[in-house]
């Protein structure tokens, strides 16, 4: 693909590249949502569970299993206490993710309101949706068949299973508290990663990750439906590389009309966006002629060639290449010494959804 000159591109041109660079910038700050809420699990609950696990061990003598110790109060108080722990966590990671996201759908809404406004050449007006609007996508909207509250719940319970799982296992081998302990956290040597809740982290992550994307997706649409006056239809945008799953190749670079046909995320951890299209000066009844001079993008409502992330990439400054891949990568990507599709995660360091406004705005 030849990659046009900043200066001779289209709206919509502009609005594809700036969707990508967004795309880039929010899979750091998706890293970043990730780290929150995993520390807040690492902090607060696996703590309590623990601590909680400790005492009620150190208190019942369990020492082997059967079928008449499970009966015993003793051990169901033992795990009616933990579970309870496990909820109350989870349910104040939730509430906590919650209110982050709906700071993501405000900032969305804001960024696709000013990327509009920077590629146009004329002033346009965007409605921006309401702020019940955009919490309801977070805590109303369904993605992968479930609510917010049903995946946070969903992973209580499978923690719960996991957990009394691995102390059963415990007390069927007579196993001392440290060690049952040991099991559900796991042992610093492999920076607690041996343990039940090693799973729970993981699970926690896919959960933030593909609800963020779930969340700037839908507040993107809700703007796209909001101004059908002004855009004309909604493009989709993978980012194209060695990970890329076969439902998003397939969408990638198809329009549908605002409200209609498919939306990211497409599966679990989805990568996939959306750039608006808009109308031409003709179809928005302008009797304007296209603007050709140096510097100025036409509104022709032409949806733009699809450029794959790597060949956008490869367009931009050193400086955003390093800030994609992290400097030691994007050096080799300059090189031209590895292939692009070596580079399939986002190496940078995290950024906070305050850091992503900065780096965005300048």
Request: aromatic share 6%; hydrophobic share 40%.
């Amino acid at each position: 693909m030849i990659l046009q000159a900043e200066g001779v591109l289209t709206v919509n041109e502009r609005l594809l590249r700036a969707a990508i660079r967004h795309a880039v910038l929010m899979e750091r700050m998706k890293a970043s949502e990730v780290e929150a809420i995993i520390s807040m699990l690492n902090r607060d609950v696996i703590p309590d569970i623990t601590a909680r696990l400790r005492w009620m061990l150190d208190r019942v003598n369990l020492r082997g299993i059967d079928a008449l110790v499970l009966k015993t109060q003793r051990y169901k108080d033992m795990i009616s206490g933990l579970n309870g722990v496990i909820d109350e966590g989870t349910r104040a990671i939730r509430l906590e993710h919650v209110d982050r996201l709906i700071e993501v759908a405000k900032y969305e809404a804001e960024w696709q309101r000013g990327a509009i406004a920077r590629a146009s050449p004329v002033n346009v007006k965007l409605d921006l949706p309401s702020v019940s609007t955009m919490r309801s996508i977070v805590t109303s909207r369904p993605f992968e068949g479930h609510l917010m509250r049903d995946w946070w719940s969903g992973l209580a319970e499978a923690t719960k299973g996991r957990v009394q799982a691995q102390i059963n296992a415990g007390l069927s081998l007579s196993e001392g508290t440290d060690e049952i302990v040991r099991r559900i956290r796991g042992t610093a040597q492999a920076r607690f990663q041996d343990g039940a809740m090693q799973t729970t982290r993981r699970n926690a992550e896919a959960i933030v990750r593909t609800a963020t994307q779930h969340v700037s997706s839908n507040t993107r649409e809700a703007m796209y439906e909001a101004n059908s006056d002004v855009i004309d239809g909604v493009q989709i945008v993978a980012t194209l590389d060695t990970r890329t799953t076969p439902i998003c190749r397939s969408q990638d670079g198809k329009v549908y009309k605002a409200g209609e046909g498919p939306r990211p995320p497409f599966h679990w951890g989805c990568r996939t966006t959306t750039a608006p299209v808009l109308k031409s000066w003709k179809a928005l009844g302008l009797p304007f002629k296209e603007l050709d001079a140096p510097g100025r993008a036409s509104m022709n409502g032409q949806v733009p060639a699809s450029m794959t992330y790597y060949e956008w990439l490869a367009s931009q400054p050193a400086n955003v290449q390093d800030m994609a891949l992290g400097p030691s990568r994007g050096k080799l990507f300059r090189s031209g010494k590895v292939s692009a599709e070596r580079f399939v995660d986002v190496r940078g360091r995290p950024l906070t959804l305050k850091e992503l406004a900065a780096v965005e705005a300048a």
